[in-house]
């Protein structure tokens, strides 16, 4: 979702502002979703103090970067579109949360 959205591959390695954007918004959307910064880190390719970075930084350049707070916030509206936490759960625990 967030490569179609920012139009960028956020593996390249690059430091271009765009690139680094999606980065930014790729980690704040899974540590949200309880994923490990070190997780994050490896499949970016990325050093864990990188994805630290990216969190501590996130709220300044959200709020100051139309840019970044509008492609941020159609990757959270296109992942809650297509994420069903139901999808998640196996046949037994479906049956026991429906009661």
Do not use: W
């Amino acid at each position: 979702i967030v490569s179609e959205v920012f139009d960028v591959d956020i593996h390249a390695n690059t430091r271009k502002r765009e690139y680094v954007n999606a980065r930014m918004s790729f980690a704040m959307v899974l540590v949200k979703m309880g994923t490990t910064k070190v997780s994050i880190a490896r499949y970016l390719g990325k050093d864990h103090a990188t994805v630290l970075h990216y969190i501590k930084c996130f709220d300044n350049y959200f709020n100051s970067d139309k840019d970044l707070r509008k492609k941020h916030n159609q990757v959270l509206d296109n992942y809650n579109k297509r994420y069903n936490p139901i999808d998640e759960l196996d046949r037994k625990t479906l049956i026991h949360k429906i009661g």
